[in-house]
């Protein structure tokens, strides 16, 4: 009996511990909860009192990108149009004999200067003097006779028939001697123009013919571009155009102007021709040498141009940045004539508008601009 009522009271000594156990346990978890509440308002009211007393600097600030920028204003804008051309002299000839003989002489040679005029192929003239001198010996015995039939005829001495005989045949004799004169002179063959003798094609010996080339005498100290221009350019062009005329092989550049434009459009091509007249004292410009032209086919003194490299396009159209009270502004535009690295702009910009033409890659409309001078 004494045993049991001592395990009862064990017993019960043993859930009393329990109860209060438990009791506790409950009381510390509410707690615990309490002071994590406590936590998470205070670290948020620490982050608050941290961000008011932030200095200014440290506050986080959008990026700004680097540009320049360029304000726009009206300006002169030239276009050209390129062209090949040809160096052509405008005395280029081909010298033939004008009656046929055989050479006795050539006076010059190749790469000669000479004088117009000037003697440069003797023909054989043996026959045709002899004939010459045969017809002034006729014609001063005709000369004679005549004479005296008109100091008779003068005299009433005499018939009219036979003073009108003697008259013809004196007349036709002089005629006669003059053509005789004439040829002999054509058989020496002489410079049409002062220049220089480019090619002769004939030798001592040789037969001159009419119409089988003698030589070639060219004078290049005046000679002329000749281009072909496309159809295209008709009404763009006209005399006086400003032309510039690049010379590559000799490293020669000449500012001149079309002297002439070319009225009729050829139907194989479709080309009309030009040309510009040059000086050439020196003789630098060869005929067949190949030129570079740049001829002037529009002019506005008051355009809005911009480098071309700054234009780009989307799916709208043309467009070009820019900077309007800092930030990148998009706006589309309409393209005129471009020329080397420049384009017109027909519409969309405004005399003063400023212009990003640096960094202009990097931005996007509403892009705030870090302007650099």
Same mark, same amino acid.
């Not at 192929?121 to 006729?138: P, Y």
């Not at 045949?169 to 049409?192: C, F, G, H, M, V």
């Given at each position: ?29 509410v ?11 205070? #670290? ?55 009656m ?18 000037? #003697? ?5 003239s ?17 000369? #004679? ?52 003798i ?13 119409g ?7 004078? #290049? ?7 072909d221009?496309?159809?295209r ?76 490299q700054?234009?780009?396009k ?60």
């Amino acid at each position: 009996m004494k045993k049991q009522n001592i395990y009862i009271a064990t017993l019960c000594i043993l859930l009393s511990s329990c109860g209060q156990e438990e009791s506790n346990n409950s009381s510390k978890s509410v707690q615990l909860k309490d002071l994590k509440s406590q936590l998470v308002e205070l #670290t948020n009211e620490i982050k608050k009192l941290e961000t008011d007393l932030k200095p200014a600097t440290e506050l986080p600030i959008e990026n700004k990108i680097p540009v320049r920028i360029d304000t726009l204003k009206e300006e002169v804008f030239y276009h050209y149009i390129e062209q090949p051309g040809k160096i052509n002299s405008k005395e280029n000839i081909l010298v033939s004999a004008e009656m046929g003989g055989l050479i006795t002489q050539i006076n010059v040679k190749e790469g000669q200067a000479v004088q117009k005029g000037q #003697t440069i192929i003797e023909l054989d003239s043996d026959i045709m003097q002899s004939n010459v001198e045969e017809l002034k010996a006729s014609l001063e015995l005709a000369k #004679t006779t005549f004479e005296r039939q008109e100091t008779l005829w003068n005299k009433k001495i005499g018939s009219e028939l036979q003073y009108l005989q003697i008259k013809n045949q004196y007349e036709s004799l002089q005629k006669k001697l003059d053509a005789a004169e004439t040829q002999l002179k054509k058989l020496n063959i002489s410079a049409p123009i002062h220049g220089v003798i480019e090619e002769l094609f004939l030798n001592t010996g040789e037969l001159a013919n009419p119409g089988r080339p003698a030589f070639r005498i060219v004078n #290049t100290e005046r000679v002329y571009v000749e281009s072909d221009v496309a159809e295209r350019y008709a009404n763009a062009l006209q005399k006086n155009s400003p032309v510039k005329v690049k010379f590559d092989a000799l490293g020669i550049q000449k500012e001149s102007s079309l002297s002439f434009v070319g009225q009729v459009i050829n139907p194989e091509n479709s080309t009309f021709k030009i040309k510009i007249e040059l000086d050439n004292p020196k003789g630098y410009l060869k005929p067949n040498g190949t030129v570079s032209l740049e001829i002037q086919d529009y002019v506005n003194k008051k355009s809005l141009v911009v480098p071309s490299q700054i234009v780009k396009k989307d799916m709208r159209g043309d467009y070009l940045f820019i900077n309007k009270n800092g930030k990148a502004e998009k706006l589309y535009v309409e393209m005129g004539l471009s020329q080397d690295d420049k384009s017109m702009i027909s519409s969309g910009l405004n005399v003063g508008d400023e212009i990003i033409v640096e960094g202009y890659s990097e931005v996007v409309s509403g892009s705030l601009l870090d302007i650099k001078k």
